[in-house]
């Protein structure tokens, strides 16, 4: 694929995910917003993702040491890898099988970038513990 087809394409992408983000904004719950908005993204990623891999919404990240993480928006993981358990809206899945977590934010304020930033930290230091 040349790269002037790969960027039309991209831009394509783009547009469809501004729509979509566009007409979330009619919910007038916030969380609700927030909500529809990170099952774009996890719909999105999961269309991109090998067969393998998957992206899922709403899921925490449990380690050996039984540490636990925060709630994450949205967490890649391998598919043959089950959660340890799913409780209504969220599951936790062991560290061993995350490949990564995405953050969804509407409008990112310094407070917010420090608080995703604060759970990819918490994430990378099970994987830490992980290889070592």
């Known amino acids: ?30 969380g609700e917003a927030g909500t529809s908005r990170e099952v774009l993204v996890r719909d999105f990623l999961s269309s991109c993702l090998p067969a393998h891999v998957q992206a899922i919404h709403n899921a925490e990240i449990v380690a050996s040491d039984g540490g636990v993480s925060r709630q994450c928006d949205v967490v890649v993981v391998n598919r043959e890898t089950p959660p340890s358990h799913v409780v209504g809206w969220i599951s936790s899945n062991p560290n061993e099988c995350i490949y990564g977590l995405v953050e969804v934010k509407t409008n990112l304020t310094r407070k917010d970038l420090l608080d995703s930033c604060e759970k990819i930290r918490n994430a990378r230091r099970f994987e830490q513990d992980r290889i070592s």
Request: proline letters at 0%.
């Open 1 to 30: 694929m040349s790269q002037e087809a790969l960027a039309i394409m991209l831009r394509s992408v783009a547009k469809r995910m501004r729509a979509d983000f566009d007409r979330s904004k009619v919910l007038n719950h916030n």
